[in-house]
């Protein structure tokens, strides 16, 4: 069974684009989503729980059914898993097709690959900001204030609002320093 699904985005808010491109491929059905929310999408999640063996979702493009590269990997984990294939109009992809590596193969490394990279810059960045002196993380308070704060504190004089208004060190602050 062909199975067209569409979704309202940005550049589509009433699915005409859609129509027009999924009415050059015989659906047997046409699920159209309310909310363009990746919370709110009702009509997937009972398509997906409901797909038989040989089932086919066709869409205009992977934006229309996935919100983000790890939604798509969980679709096509669904899809594999029920022996159901997706067809993308827009992208030329269609898993029914096994030529080579399967595209829920190259996504899940895409997705790998994207992590790594990112992973990679953020510890890249981290170690230039050390060579050049930068500590990460949040600013460390003037020790004279906690040192103050701290006095102040154990004097019993002074409400934690008036200790934090005359040095500046929030509570939280000043009950880790009274810890170490």
């Known amino acids: 069974m062909l199975i ?6 940005q550049d589509d808010p ?5 129509i027009n491109q999924l009415s050059k491929v015989p659906c047997d059905t046409l699920i159209a ?12 999640e009972k398509m997906m729980t ?3 063996p040989g089932d086919k979702i066709v869409i205009t493009k992977l934006f ?15 899809l594999n898993s029920q022996h159901a294939y997706i067809h993308s109009i827009s992208e030329g992809i269609d898993t029914s ?3 080579g590596y399967s595209f829920s193969d190259i996504v899940k490394y895409l997705v790998d690959f994207q992590s790594d990279v990112t992973s990679e810059n953020t510890k890249r960045g981290l170690s230039e900001a050390k060579e050049k002196g930068h500590i990460p993380g949040r600013p460390r308070k003037a020790d004279e204030n906690v040192k103050r704060a ?3 504190y154990q004097s019993k004089e002074f409400s934690l609002a008036e200790i934090k ?11 880790r320093y009274l810890e170490n």
Request: aromatic share 6%; glycine share 4%; net charge positive.
């Open 150 to 152: 701290i006095i102040m």
């Open 64 to 78: 229309a059914i996935a919100d983000s590269t790890r939604h798509l990997v969980e679709l096509l984990d669904i």
């Open 4 to 9: 067209g699904y569409m979704r309202p985005y």
């Open 33 to 44: 989503e309310d909310h363009s929310s990746a919370k709110r999408r009702v009509k997937l």
């Open 50 to 52: 409901t797909l038989k």
């Open 165 to 175: 208004e005359e040095t500046g060190i929030s509570k939280s602050t000043l009950y």
């Open 97 to 99: 097709n096994s030529d």
């Open 14 to 18: 009433n699915y005409k684009n859609q």
